[in-house]
């Protein structure tokens, strides 16, 4: 599958709350997210990342820990792998090995909701602000572009987002430009 998302900025994180309560999104619950990212050894930072270069990323949510490999992709999706490791602390040694570095941590609040087919988070990022993200799930590239459109589609006629308010860059990349301009 091929996860389809759209990131807007957002200054009133409650009133969406209110908003997807009102439609009946169900709501999955609360958990801070921390992210340790990682990227070739040969890349000292974001600013000299170009799209389809590897990403790794640790996350521990609650007490669970994922590996993701993000990799290739186009604005809007992202090829990604990902599985459960037992052991944070370890998993970040072995990237290490393989040559890859930790460029910075990425410490979230994320609110997830689900409704018909879409997952909506809404995300507090330390150092960014809030954020709400849509997403949506498609099984083969041709229908990434529809996908996009549908996001869209909901996100203004159910939520009032407008288009002014994507946000097109990842957190990482957000953060590192914020790291820039302080």
Request: charged content about 30%.
């Amino acid at each position: 599958m091929i996860e389809v998302e759209r990131k807007y900025r957002v200054s009133d994180s409650q009133s969406y709350v209110k908003i997807l309560e009102e439609i009946d999104a169900r709501n999955l619950g609360t958990t801070r997210q921390k992210d340790q990212v990682y990227l070739p050894s040969s890349i000292g930072s974001f600013r000299e990342y170009e799209k389809g270069m590897p990403i790794v990323r640790i996350r521990t949510e609650d007490e669970a820990v994922t590996l993701t490999l993000k990799a290739g992709g186009e604005a809007h999706f992202t090829h990604e792998v990902e599985t459960i490791v037992s052991d944070a602390e370890a998993t970040s040694q072995i990237i290490e090995t393989l040559s890859m570095h930790q460029v910075m941590v990425i410490d979230k609040t994320r609110t997830t909701y689900r409704y018909e087919g879409f997952t909506i988070a809404i995300d507090h990022v330390v150092h960014l602000g809030d954020f709400l993200e849509v997403e949506i799930l498609v099984d083969i590239e041709s229908k990434v572009t529809e996908a996009v459109e549908l996001i869209d589609l909901f996100a203004s006629q159910k939520l009032g987002l407008s288009l002014d308010s994507v946000e097109n860059e990842r957190y990482d990349a957000l953060l590192e430009r914020a790291k820039v301009e302080e």
